[in-house]
């Protein structure tokens, strides 16, 4: 395990050693990167090589594996539910905490259902796992999956699990669910917007989901397309949209009044654990 000051100080030494690692594991797991890195205020900035999200890290090779070692994970926090993770297991080949936090459990049956079934790979297989039929709703379906974000008990507690499990570790953390798309894409925006990164980054960050898995989805759009589906309906599922984050932050601001509230009311963390968070992700 890798001390936190020894870490701090090696990607301040060696910021090109972490992006070397990351482009390997990006090879493999192409929406894998560092929330880290962004200004968050004057003279402020989230500390890199702290938080990574990603898809889920299923069967890595041995060379991305050593990469995610040599990164400094220690914790893997998984979002997916109770069926994703038996149907697609994620184990690494070297020491590492994983944390169950399954953030829609109650949410079956909606967006966060059907985009994690959408976006699952199958167990040696580069093809997308494709819903044999695209749920209605589109954006409309998808902008209510993240209000449930924020107000759904399993996402609040799933989500406080993922906060506490940071300021626990004394190594990296990785977060993911299916994709790395909506479920990770709620969990690494509200902690950058807590942290101070400008709204315009953090929705930079948010959508950049979509640039990552483009070739990813080609084959599966065009299979929609094909079959005679409703592509805009399966574009909607895979798509990281703004609307869908800016839902999920009106609804924090209509329901606790910002995202400090949101952490405290919402999740139930405690002041002096935000302040234990802020100092371990600042720098």
Known sequence: MMHERFKSLFYEREPEVHTELSSIVQEEFSNFRDLGGLPAGTGRSFRPGMVFRTQALTSPSTKTSHALAALGLTNLVDLRMDHERLRLPVELPFDVTYVIADVAGNLSGNGAAAAGAAMSVTANSNRDFIAPVAPTGGKDMMMDTYRKFVEAPSARAGYAVYVRSIIETDGATAVFCAAGKDRTGWAAAFLQSFIGVEDSLVMAAYTDSNEKLVKRYAQATQDVRSSGGDVDAFLALINSHPDYLDAAFAHVKS????????????????????????SRLVS
């Open 255 to 278: 329901q606790y009044g910002d995202i400090e509230g949101y952490l405290v009311e919402g999740l139930g963390l405690s002041t002096q654990e935000l302040a234990a968070l802020e």
